[in-house]
């Protein structure tokens, strides 16, 4: 069965601070998606990034960076020098060849001023 | 703005009751997917259309329809509303690419509530 664990429930910190979201997956398809959409307090789900299984590049846009780590199944995302507007509810999700997607409980991140 | 669109944005309904969901996917999308959210289950995955056949299903109660038009829109079809019913109700559109490796983009979904 496929799964998705995010296990911070909420996140809080101050302006400027790094963070960063956990996310564990578990699936036995040897092909898979990985995903990040942030939800922010108006309830759209806003599209982030897609990763590919066989892709373990990290990557980097803006402050935003996502570590794919196969070994450990994660792909963790960092926000650097956070600020008010990414207050939101982020959620990691996976796919594979049923294209439905798998989402995590969403982690709720706090930034304050 | 994702493209996608969903009306109505807020539904207020009593149980027992039926309402319809519309959804229309951005240009040149192909699938249409339906997700519900809600504060016990989280976002589940409920039906996939691909160009207006049924592709895949999720954990959508019986009480549950969904179809996707020629013109590519789909509409979710609640019917015999109960309490728990009441969430947010999302459609994402994908482009035409392999299954598991398209993209969604979410429309704004809509609001149930169902007194």
């Known amino acids: 069965a496929q799964k998705v664990t995010q296990a911070q429930t909420e996140i809080s910190v101050v302006e400027k601070e790094d963070v960063t979201l956990d996310c564990v997956y578990e699936t036995r398809d040897t092909t898979y998606y990985l995903f990040w959409y942030k939800q922010p307090p108006s309830g759209e789900l806003v599209f982030l990034i897609r990763?590919?299984?066989?892709?373990?590049q990290n990557e980097i846009s803006g402050r935003y960076s996502w570590n794919f780590q196969k070994s450990t199944s994660s792909f963790n995302f960092t926000i650097t020098a956070s600020q008010v507007v990414d207050s939101a509810v982020y959620f990691c999700?996976?796919?594979?060849?049923?294209?439905?997607?798998?989402f995590g409980q969403g982690t709720t991140l706090q930034v304050k001023p | 703005d994702s493209g996608v669109t969903q009306t109505p944005k807020h539904l207020i309904t009593a149980t027992g009751q039926r309402v319809t969901l519309r959804c229309s996917p951005r240009?040149?999308?192909?699938?249409v997917y339906w997700y519900q959210q809600s504060l016990d289950q989280g976002l589940q995955f409920l039906i996939q259309?691909?160009?207006?056949?049924?592709?895949a299903k999720g954990n959508i109660l019986e009480r549950f329809s969904a179809q996707q038009f020629p013109d590519l829109h789909s509409e979710l079809n609640l019917s015999s509303l109960e309490l728990g019913d009441s969430a947010l109700y999302f459609c994402?559109?994908?482009?035409?690419?392999?299954?598991?490796?398209?993209?969604?983009?979410f429309g704004p979904g809509t609001r149930l509530l169902v007194l």
């Open positions: 259309y691909y160009n207006g056949e049924e592709r």
């Open positions: 999700a996976l796919s594979s060849n049923t294209g439905k997607l798998i």
């Open positions: 990763r590919n299984s066989f892709d373990e």
């Open positions: 240009s040149g999308d192909l699938s």
């Open positions: 994402a559109s994908s482009p035409p690419r392999l299954a598991g490796q398209e993209t969604q983009y």
